[in-house]
């Protein structure tokens, strides 16, 4: 077996691996959505992540096709998912939101689905090789995976701020730290500066994440018994025991 077709076996692996991983991330917030389609309402959840997502896997799934960027299949597979996942997502929040949000909601849709329709038309009429195609989707992507890997950081301020991991689930960071190795690795090995760059960047981000949650764990338990010391309850608590008083329809288990 020669180096490059061992190199290709060695990448596509990585790239099932990352699938998993990513797919893992993509159902992450199923059950936020059980517990808004249980309540009837979606609160104070912001559709912003979700749009977000739909927004980098639409971009992420025009670079993997063959007539854009070659070998990239791996690409298309976790990231047309990602786009269906996305898309009940939002159809939820549309379904169990006020009217003004849901305007608001519909009004980014519409933007980013003229906004992919445009690069795409502009990818296969104005740009006629493969290697300007990648190069104008791949920088698009650079940019969309940059905003989509900087959410993090006002979780990551609210922890150092209230030397409390709480909010920022140890399961996803290392998910996230995960998908960052993966998909650099993958990237590497057939070198690939668009996905090279993102994913390191992200995998920076999830580290600094996991050294936080080691930084704040134990803070933050001594923070969680005080509370309960003194008969206090967190927010989700709060909203449990609330919902249970006013016998919201469906909202228990």
Known sequence: MTAAASAEIARTVVGILGNIISAFLFLSPVPTFVAIWKR??????SPAPYLATLANCMVWTLYGLPMVHSHSLLVVTINGSGCVIEIIYVTLFLIYCDHSKRLKVLLWLMVELIFI????LITFTLLHTLNRRSQLVGTTCIVFNILMYASPL?????VVKSKSVEYMPLSISLASFGNGVAWTTYALIRFDPF???PNGLGTLLSVAQLILYATYYKSTKQQIAARK???EVSLSELEVRDGDQQSKPNYSS
């Open 154 to 158: 006002a979780v990551m301020k609210l």
């Open 195 to 197: 996905m090279t760059v």
């Open 40 to 45: 009837g309402s979606v609160e104070q959840y």
């Open 229 to 231: 010391a003194n008969g």
């Open 117 to 120: 329709t445009i690069l795409s």
